[in-house]
């Protein structure tokens, strides 16, 4: 019961989660071990999400590492880990995250993968990268959001670009894949840039 | 062979927890350092503190951290740190930080021969191919040290730091193993016509 009849200008019905046709989630610790297990038998896939040695892991070991995570992000609330689903099917295909969470700046770093290979050049990861910046700077107040993406990733770089982040710093030759060096690109994108597009 | 761990000024010691952390609780009331150094709020820590935290990183680091405290060759006064940290051995890549928390020493080419030193170290010793840092948009003697011992600009954060309610760039730099070699080249002739 509010005092004005009703009128107010915070729209509760709008859903932070969710998108048009899939939606961020919490985490299924048996169920999506099972299926990211999977995904890490997809070399590609790993190497362009991120610097470490792509490595197939187990449903032990990645159940092992979401407990961590969630234990971690109760404790010191430096990071938000969602998973990505589809709506209708309500089966998961990847996982979207603000981490490195800088609270005095606040600034974050934002990654995301699409795991399931069928399910990926069709928008899906705009549609989540759309609510994770939403998410970020409506309900976490950050100013700024960055995200690290290999030269290589031609996907990704058009992902962060449409999405209005500016090409910041370049590390050259900071990765070795493949038998030879590549960039790394860094990006940015402050809260005043995207609310441009989205007030 | 030369004694890597030494330079012209500095030479690169060993880590002594108590010792540390004495002198960062000395130097970390000094808040002109600390808001050179790093992005973490200003705050005093105790020697206590200070000891657990180096004690924690020195056995959690391993083989992805190398660092290094820096003592004058003439006196040898403990001046500052200097540490290479998240060493990626699969790119070959890793990020240096630096901090002379003795201010005396500020401005007189002691931290340019710690980061040549150290560089040194991370070329010869660990094989790497890359180093890089971040650094203040407003910390130009940090920036020109960096330009002598051979770093390349490489872009910045937009408005990534908070100071007296200014917004403030970092800056990114890299050093490639090629580039140093070079320099150290051009250091041996520049030597040889000197002497």
Same mark, same amino acid.
């Given at each position: 019961? !509010?005092? #004005? #009849?009703? $009128?107010?200008?915070? #729209?509760?019905?709008?859903?932070?989660?969710?998108?048009?046709?899939?939606?961020?989630?919490?985490?299924?610790?048996?169920?999506? *071990?099972?299926?990211?297990?999977?995904?890490?038998?997809?070399?590609?896939?790993?190497?362009?999400?991120?610097?470490?040695?792509?490595?197939?892991?187990?449903?032990?070991?990645?159940?092992?590492?979401? $407990?961590?995570?969630?234990?971690?992000?109760?404790?010191?609330?430096?990071?938000?880990?969602?998973?990505?689903?589809?709506?209708?099917?309500?089966?998961?295909?990847?996982?979207?995250?603000?981490?490195?969470?800088?609270?005095?700046?606040?600034? *974050?770093?934002?990654?995301?993968?699409?795991?399931?290979?069928?399910?990926?050049?069709?928008?899906?990861?705009?549609? +989540?990268?759309?609510?994770?910046?939403?998410? +970020?700077?409506?309900?976490?107040?950050?100013?700024?959001?960055? +995200?690290?993406?290999? $030269?290589? #990733?031609?996907?990704?770089?058009?992902?962060? $670009?449409? +999405?209005?982040?500016?090409?910041?710093?370049?590390?050259?030759?900071?990765?070795?894949?493949?038998?030879?060096?590549?960039?790394?690109?860094?990006?940015?994108?402050?809260?005043?840039?995207?609310?441009? !597009?989205?007030? | 062979?030369?004694?890597?761990?030494?330079?012209?000024?500095?030479?690169?010691?060993?880590?002594?927890?108590?010792?540390?952390?004495?002198? @960062?609780?000395?130097?970390?009331?000094?808040?002109?350092?600390?808001?050179?150094?790093?992005?973490?709020?200003?705050?005093?820590?105790?020697?206590?503190?200070?000891?657990?935290?180096?004690?924690?990183?020195?056995?959690?680091?391993?083989?992805?951290?190398? =660092?290094?405290?820096?003592?004058?060759?003439?006196? /040898?006064?403990? %001046?500052? @740190?200097?540490?290479?940290?998240?060493?990626?051995?699969?790119?070959?890549?890793?990020?240096?930080?630096?901090?002379?928390?003795?201010?005396?020493?500020?401005?007189?080419?002691?931290?340019? /021969?710690?980061?040549?030193?150290?560089?040194?170290?991370?070329?010869?010793?660990?094989?790497?191919?890359?180093?890089?840092? =971040?650094?203040?948009?407003?910390?130009?003697?940090?920036?020109?040290?960096?330009?002598?011992?051979?770093?390349?600009?490489?872009?910045?954060?937009?408005?990534?730091?908070?100071?007296?309610?200014?917004?403030?760039?970092?800056?990114?730099?890299?050093?490639?193993?090629?580039?140093?070699?070079?320099?150290?080249?051009?250091?041996?002739?520049? /030597?040889? %016509?000197?002497?």
């Amino acid at each position: 019961m !509010n005092g #004005n #009849n009703g $009128e107010t200008d915070m #729209n509760l019905q709008k859903q932070l989660f969710e998108g048009e046709r899939i939606r961020l989630a919490s985490l299924d610790l048996e169920k999506d *071990a099972e299926i990211e297990s999977k995904w890490t038998q997809d070399a590609g896939y790993l190497r362009l999400l991120d610097p470490s040695p792509a490595r197939p892991r187990s449903p032990l070991l990645i159940k092992k590492s979401y $407990e961590e995570l969630e234990k971690r992000a109760e404790e010191k609330g430096d990071h938000f880990y969602f998973t990505i689903r589809l709506r209708e099917e309500d089966s998961l295909i990847g996982f979207a995250r603000l981490y490195g969470i800088h609270w005095p700046i606040p600034f *974050a770093l934002i990654q995301l993968g699409i795991g399931e290979e069928g399910c990926r050049g069709r928008g899906y990861g705009s549609e +989540a990268l759309e609510l994770l910046l939403g998410y +970020a700077f409506q309900e976490l107040r950050l100013f700024s959001v960055g +995200a690290h993406v290999p $030269e290589y #990733n031609p996907v990704a770089l058009h992902l962060f $670009e449409k +999405a209005g982040f500016v090409q910041e710093a370049r590390l050259r030759q900071s990765l070795f894949r493949q038998g030879r060096r590549w960039d790394m690109i860094l990006f940015g994108l402050l809260e005043e840039e995207w609310r441009v !597009n989205h007030g | 062979m030369d004694d890597i761990f030494r330079g012209q000024l500095v030479r690169l010691g060993s880590i002594d927890p108590q010792t540390l952390a004495e002198a @960062f609780t000395r130097w970390n009331r000094d808040t002109e350092y600390l808001r050179l150094l790093d992005d973490e709020p200003a705050r005093p820590r105790s020697v206590n503190t200070q000891k657990t935290w180096i004690e924690k990183e020195l056995e959690e680091g391993g083989d992805l951290q190398h =660092s290094f405290t820096i003592r004058t060759m003439e006196g /040898d006064e403990l %001046i500052g @740190f200097i540490g290479l940290f998240e060493i990626q051995w699969n790119h070959g890549n890793c990020w240096v930080g630096i901090g002379l928390g003795e201010r005396e020493y500020w401005g007189k080419g002691y931290g340019t /021969d710690a980061m040549r030193t150290v560089l040194r170290y991370a070329f010869d010793e660990l094989d790497l191919e890359r180093v890089t840092l =971040s650094v203040f948009e407003y910390n130009p003697r940090a920036i020109r040290s960096y330009e002598k011992a051979g770093f390349t600009h490489e872009g910045r954060a937009r408005q990534a730091l908070n100071r007296d309610g200014e917004r403030k760039d970092i800056l990114f730099m890299g050093i490639l193993r090629d580039e140093w070699k070079q320099l150290q080249l051009k250091e041996k002739v520049h /030597d040889n %016509i000197s002497t």
